[in-house]
């Protein structure tokens, strides 16, 4: 069965610090992993997307990897801000149709505290 | 910044009642997505679209039903909404990519702000 599983559920962190957020999945076969950033109430917005044969991509102060072997990718926010207090969804797409249907996780809840 | 719309943003409404919650996209995209999400919970996908006159059904079973007459607008309907519809209803939307699976880079869903409706 094709899952996407992230940890921790929630995190609190305070403002300045870093914080580091994992992704496993099992969707086979796999064509690329995309982070999302979802305010309360809002849609969400892609951070970054990887392919099979990226290891790591930034995107300013947001670091994803990817482990194709493992299948775990992780989200690295560096200095965080008040700001980036919202869920992080990590989104895998499979290859196996034509669609490339998204697999979701339930995302990870971060809290930024001043 | 996506342009995709979802109308209205938020909606409180009677049992029995029918409704209709407007997406629309000025991307030329022409898969078009619903989806479904509780408080906490991953999204589920409930209708997409390959293109004009084209609409699936999605991984969760939906009372809701969907149209695609022209390519900007995806329109998702409850003809008797209930209280257990109540829920945040997103819409995306990406690019239909023309080469095989295999050769499929993968391309990025735009999402709209979301519906979230309370039935009452």
């Known amino acids: 069965k094709n899952q996407v599983e992230q940890s921790p559920q929630s995190l609190i962190i305070l403002e300045g610090k870093n914080c580091t957020l994992q992704c496993n999945y099992t969707v086979s076969p796999f064509s690329n992993l995309r982070w999302y950033k979802q305010d309360t109430g809002r849609g969400p917005v892609s951070l970054t997307i990887m392919t099979f044969s990226e290891n790591t991509k930034s995107n300013g102060r947001y670091t994803a990897t990817l482990d194709a072997d493992t299948k775990q990718s992780s989200l690295h926010i560096t200095a965080s801000q008040l700001s980036d207090s919202a869920s992080y969804i990590c989104?895998?797409?499979?290859?196996?149709?034509?669609?490339?249907?998204?697999?979701f996780g339930r995302g990870t809840q971060l809290t930024v505290w001043p | 910044e996506a342009d995709i719309y979802q109308t209205p943003r938020y909606l409180v409404i009677g049992t029995g009642k029918k409704i209709t919650l407007e997406c629309s996209q000025t991307m030329g995209h022409d898969k078009m997505y619903w989806y479904q999400q509780d408080p906490g919970m991953e999204l589920h996908l409930i209708h997409y679209s390959y293109g004009v006159n084209s609409t699936e059904k999605g991984d969760l079973s939906s009372e809701s039903t969907v149209s695609r007459i022209r390519t900007e607008h995806f329109p998702l309907t409850l003809e008797s909404a209930r209280p257990s519809h109540t829920s945040q209803y997103l819409c995306?939307?990406?690019?239909?990519?023309?080469?095989?699976?295999?050769?499929?880079?993968?391309?990025?869903?735009?999402f709209g702000q979301g519906t979230r409706l309370t039935v009452v």
């Open positions: 989104v895998v797409s499979d290859r196996g149709s034509t669609l490339g249907r998204l697999y």
């Open positions: 995306a939307s990406s690019e239909l990519t023309q080469g095989s699976p295999l050769q499929d880079p993968g391309t990025e869903a735009f």
